[in-house]
């Protein structure tokens, strides 16, 4: 695919990733100065911590009764210290933590050498234990082989884990490339990752490690029947950010949706929480191999899709410099975006194609997430066929990455499995019989399709411009993004950031944040 058929204007491009590097540079200053309770949990996992007591995992038992001055060193530091006192392996330790058998306070000091080493030697283990997860899913990748894109991704949503697996599996069966597990309604205000396989849930499935476990074995046993590689997303967002991502590298999850500001406008999770967190978790995405997917495709449920569109763009390229920050190469990018315009507006279709056709050629190598009309969907079922054969028809004419698939009975009950064998069919038809139409297709350098995309390119790099001289916290707290104002000091979590202690000990963050190869 040619991506140049719009002709749009490569320096005003280049300018709006450095507006976007500027707006982001005094946040990841202060992210760089910060970490959160979340973060520290993490550590632990890492550290081999995956145990609970009463159903609370140990490494909330540990962390979250210490008060931000004793964390402010890190709880690398005071964990290793008290693993070199007592000798205990880190299971047995933090058992012991986690059920008041011993405190922190009690243990006396030791030579801060023996500490560092200790810290980065299980810190070294835990990151070799993600290395191999992503060795082992390469491996599958390439003895099973990936189908052609768009990827086509469908959702499971049952509450019990092993009914979403048999869901997951039957629709793989039926073509689906990518199948995603909704977490169960509000788990991300949840302070903690539950633990064990769960079979209850309400509006999804709680996203647990053992959860996780379950569902991946089910898709490589049906990937190898099939003889194609299944993918397998789940959310890291929410207070739990970097813990569900550290749990998800070790389970050899392929696709994490983790977004910069979604959980500040959608969930109200506080921004400075949000921002600390999700560097961290996009950390561990780099490290393990596994693509992102932001969620910029909600503004759009909330603002207006012509005359907001910017907003998705800049949303966009904020969101690009972030990854950056955390090492994630643009293959690893799976920035969002939506066929959301009314269906009532005339030319709509056009619109949609420049949207779509723009986000290709400004992210060419990203593994774009390309997400159904949600919005404007009736329950006329009839109607919404033909909309999402519509958008499925851009998806291949654009060249999209990830095709989230529209359902016909979107906005009237929780899909059934007939509802998504029709999505299913929709998109194979359409798929199939215009694989190759892009390589056919060129644009009108003065048609309705590239006028669009040069308007909203220039209206994106105004905006950028009002959120420089804004700042980006005040730019969210202003409503700037998706309509919906949230205060800098507002929201959930912000209990649970701290600033570091200039001798502050993180060998896990040390081994994520060196340059690697992977």
């Known amino acids: 695919m ?107 000091d030791v030579p801060a050498e023996k500490v560092l080493k200790a810290g980065r030697e299980l810190a070294q283990k ?60 509000a788990q991300s205000l949840l302070d903690y990752v539950p633990c064990g396989i769960t079979t209850e849930g309400s509006g999804g499935t709680l996203a647990t490690q053992a959860n996780f476990k379950v569902m991946r074995d089910a898709l490589d046993h049906a990937s190898q029947r099939i003889g194609r590689y299944i993918r397998l997303v789940n959310y890291s967002s929410g207070l739990c950010m970097s813990e569900i991502a550290a749990v998800a590298a070790l389970e050899r999850l392929d696709v994490l949706l983790n977004d910069s ?6 969930r109200d999770i506080n921004m400075k929480r949000t921002f600390v967190d999700q560097y961290f978790s996009r950390l561990i995405c780099a490290k393990s191999g596994i693509v992102i997917n932001t969620g910029e495709d909600n503004y759009l449920t909330t603002t207006d899709a012509i005359k907001n569109a910017h907003h998705v763009f800049a949303s966009q390229f904020i969101n690009e410099c972030f990854a950056q920050n955390a090492q994630l190469p643009p293959e690893l990018m799976g920035l969002g975006h939506a066929f959301e315009i009314d269906p009532e507006v005339e030319d709509g ?31 006329d079922i009839f109607k919404g066929n033909v909309q999402d054969a519509m958008f499925n028809f851009v ?99 912000l209990e649970g950031v701290f600033q570091k202690d200039r001798f502050y000990f993180n060998p896990v963050l040390d081994i994520l944040k060196e340059k690697h190869s992977d």
């Open 2 to 108: 040619t991506y140049r058929k719009l002709n749009l204007d490569r320096d005003k491009i280049d300018d709006c990733r450095s507006l976007a590097q500027r707006i982001v540079s005094p946040v990841q200053k202060y992210i760089d100065r910060h970490s959160t309770t979340s973060i520290e949990r993490s550590v632990l996992r890492l550290f081999g911590v995956d145990d609970a007591h009463l159903e609370m995992p140990h490494v909330n038992l540990i962390v979250d009764r210490l008060e931000k001055d004793q964390l402010r060193r890190g709880i690398a530091w005071l964990f290793s210290k008290a693993l070199v006192h007592t000798g205990l392996d880190a299971k047995t330790l933090a058992q012991k933590l986690a059920k008041d058998e011993l405190c922190f306070a009690d243990i006396p």
């Open 126 to 185: 835990g990151i070799d234990a993600l290395v191999e997860a992503r060795r082992k899913r390469d491996g599958l990748r390439s003895k099973l082989g990936l189908p052609p894109t768009p990827w086509k991704y469908l959702i499971v949503a049952t509450g019990n884990i092993y009914d979403d697996a048999a869901q997951a599996v039957s629709a793989a069966e039926c073509g689906a490339d990518i199948i995603a597990v909704i977490r169960t309604t």
């Open 261 to 266: 500001m979604y959980g500040i406008l959608f």
């Open 349 to 379: 279709f056009l619109y949609e194609l420049a949207q779509a056709q723009m986000v290709r050629e400004i992210f060419p190598r990203a593994p774009i997430k390309y997400m159904p009309p949600t919005k404007h969907m009736t329950g």
């Open 395 to 493: 998806g291949i004419i654009t060249e999209q990455s990830i095709q989230l698939l529209g359902i016909p009975t979107e906005a009237m009950h929780n899909p059934h499995l007939q509802d998504r064998f029709w999505a299913l069919r929709n998109a194979n038809y359409i798929f199939k019989n215009a694989r190759s139409i892009g390589d056919e297709i060129s644009f009108n350098p003065n048609g309705k399709i590239a006028r669009r995309a040069h308007t909203v390119l220039e209206n994106t790099h105004k905006y950028l411009v009002k959120i420089e001289q804004a700042g980006l916290m005040k730019a969210i707290s202003k409503g700037m993004f998706a309509e919906i104002e949230r205060d800098e000091n507002g929201g959930k979590g």
